[in-house]
């Protein structure tokens, strides 16, 4: 008897990972595709404004490459799409274009002239302490517009990744140090 019961025992634990999947096929699959929209042609840079400097070219060169890593998360150290922090995101965007930064923000703050507020550009640098307990500069972001004294910065923050914010915002407003231009 007891062997019986251990064959059985052996039996059902063996089979355990055996048993099929039921599949039945009695209705029938339809797939529907939607058609794509017609790609949108390239929007091709207009001339440049009169009065407008090669400054001002570089700058948006700039700004558009590092607006291309919108969205990117954040990562300390980095420096790729997989990954960056804000001074990474700057020291990347302006490498590009042929312009050698430090790669800390602290030290990014030592390049350029200072600059102030109300004559902050786009393409020029600002520099933050996002801790009270920091003794030093800790973040960076660079000017992508000004309008209607509305100072907008892109950067790589810690909670959102690479983004667009606004110097009307309390927290960066109070956490602001320096404004430089490189450029």
Known sequence: MRKILYILLILSVASCGVSKKKTTYSKTRKVSVAASKPEAPEKVAPPPKKGSSPKDNKADHIIKTALKYSGVRYKYGGTTKKGMDCSGLL?????????????????????????????????????????????????????????????????????????????????????????????
């Open 91 to 183: 020291y990347v965007a302006f490498g590009e274009n042929d312009i050698d930064l430090p790669r800390t923000s602290y030290h990014m703050a030592e390049e350029g002239k200072r600059i102030r507020l109300n004559e902050v550009e786009k393409g020029d640098l600002l520099f933050f302490r996002t801790s009270k307990r920091a003794k030093r500069i800790n973040h960076v972001g660079m000017v992508v517009a000004v309008e209607n004294d509305e100072i907008k910065f892109v950067h790589a923050s810690t909670s959102r990744g690479v983004i667009v914010s606004s110097l009307r915002e309390g927290y960066w407003n109070s956490a602001f140090v320096k404004a430089t231009r490189v450029l």
